[in-house]
């Protein structure tokens, strides 16, 4: 299994990105997909989820800003980020796993992919 992050930059405060996420050995459809951060000197820390057919599920942090989707033909998940704030810097790491009640938690997560690096500028 890979995942592969991609789209991070740096951006103004109140400035739009898109991270994109590409799955490969894994039937995509069938996991949970996440995204995560982390912040210098901070614990790694949950962003969204989406699962299903439309389940979503996204931290207060970022709920109204930030919007997940994914592409199942693609095998791709995004992020769409919007109103960035500079405690939005992080790197941002995709995940997948096969689901559970804690879709926050790090372990409900079997497969990580290296993360992308968003730093927002105030």
């Known amino acids: 299994v890979q995942l592969q992050a991609s789209g991070g930059g740096l951006v103004q405060a109140g400035g739009s990105l898109r991270l994109s996420c590409a799955a490969s050995?894994?039937?995509?459809?069938?996991?949970?997909m996440g995204w995560f951060r982390q912040a210098p000197g901070k614990e790694r820390e949950f962003v969204a989820a989406?699962?299903?057919?439309?389940?979503?599920y996204y931290a207060d942090s970022v709920k109204g800003r930030f919007t997940i989707s994914k592409d199942n033909v693609k095998n791709t998940v995004y992020l769409q980020m919007s109103s960035l704030k500079p405690e939005d810097t992080a790197v941002y790491s995709c995940?997948?796993?096969?689901?559970?009640?804690?879709?926050?938690?790090?372990?409900?997560?079997?497969?990580w992919g290296q993360g992308t690096q968003v730093t927002v500028s105030s």
């Open positions: 995940a997948a796993g096969r689901g559970g009640l804690r879709l926050e938690k790090e372990k409900e997560y079997n497969y």
């Open positions: 989406i699962f299903g057919g439309r389940g979503i």
């Open positions: 050995g894994l039937t995509f459809s069938a996991y949970v």
